[in-house]
């Protein structure tokens, strides 16, 4: 059974998000599990402080290697090919072809940095490879874990019932009704979807088709 490892300080975050859906249903049928850890667990202070200020100076505070590192090594005794990934503004961009390898990958580790980022040594010396999944900076990496666990998930046999759509890239959709008033003026449906002309259905959808890779 595959694995995502989550190492996170707010770990509540992901409470919906794998309890919910077509993620939930996957780990019913064990198809993979997904294991969120509170980072603040390996810590060894009465405070479970798990940042501190950076050297040089600067706003803000970064977090700490020393909980990350055990954290990681914690999680990897059991398969010491898992991959960890760790987010960052300044990492590749992560696409469809990268979800498609990820999927092969029996255990993948995401690490979620907060607060002003991460210790560089983990991106250096601790994580196999840095993402990003756009160029924008967010509150944390939670949001990011979420994103790259759907569309890893996505790419598992079994988790969408029919595997095809899981692949396929994505062109328009519409349904009824075939006409409707919007801003003042009626909106229909293209003609060729209400033909039953299969071919040149398939001729629009692939025109009309964004390309994922």
């Given at each position: 059974?595959?694995?995502?490892?989550?190492?996170?300080?707010?770990?509540?975050?992901?409470?919906?998000?794998?309890?919910?859906?077509?993620?939930?249903?996957?780990?019913?049928?064990?198809?993979?599990?997904?294991?969120?850890?509170?980072?603040?667990?390996?810590?060894?202070d009465k405070h479970k402080t798990v940042d501190a200020k950076p050297?040089?100076?600067?706003?803000?505070?970064?977090?700490?290697?020393?909980?990350?590192?055990?954290?990681?090594?914690?999680?990897?005794?059991?398969?010491?090919?898992?991959?960890?990934?760790?987010?960052?503004?300044?990492?590749?961009?992560?696409?469809?072809?990268?979800?498609?390898?990820?999927?092969?990958?029996?255990?993948?580790?995401?690490?979620?940095?907060?607060?002003?980022?991460?210790?560089?040594?983990?991106?250096?010396?601790?994580?196999?490879?840095?993402?990003?999944?756009?160029?924008?900076?967010?509150?944390g990496g939670e949001v990011p874990s979420m994103a790259v666990i759907?569309?890893?998930?996505?790419?598992?046999?079994?988790?969408?019932?029919?595997?095809?759509?899981?692949?396929?890239?994505?062109?328009?959709?519409?349904?009824?009704?075939?006409?409707?008033?919007?801003?003042g003026k009626k909106r229909g449906v293209p003609k060729v979807l209400?033909?039953?002309?299969?071919?040149?259905?398939?001729?629009?959808?692939?025109?009309?088709?964004?390309?994922?890779?």
């Amino acid at each position: 059974m595959k694995r995502f490892d989550i190492i996170t300080i707010m770990p509540d975050l992901f409470q919906g998000f794998t309890d919910e859906s077509l993620l939930a249903r996957a780990q019913k049928k064990k198809i993979f599990k997904i294991n969120v850890h509170n980072l603040r667990q390996w810590t060894t202070d009465k405070h479970k402080t798990v940042d501190a200020k950076p050297f040089g100076g600067g706003v803000g505070m970064v977090l700490k290697v020393e909980p990350i590192l055990k954290a990681v090594k914690k999680i990897k005794q059991k398969n010491k090919k898992a991959r960890v990934i760790l987010f960052s503004p300044r990492g590749k961009k992560f696409d469809q072809e990268m979800a498609e390898r990820f999927a092969k990958l029996d255990q993948i580790i995401l690490i979620s940095g907060r607060y002003e980022g991460v210790d560089e040594r983990i991106a250096k010396h601790v994580a196999d490879e840095v993402i990003s999944i756009g160029d924008y900076v967010l509150l944390g990496g939670e949001v990011p874990s979420m994103a790259v666990i759907e569309a890893i998930s996505r790419m598992i046999p079994g988790v969408i019932a029919k595997e095809e759509s899981s692949r396929k890239p994505d062109h328009p959709q519409y349904t009824r009704p075939e006409s409707i008033e919007i801003s003042g003026k009626k909106r229909g449906v293209p003609k060729v979807l209400l033909s039953g002309d299969h071919k040149k259905i398939k001729e629009w959808r692939e025109k009309n088709t964004k390309k994922l890779r």
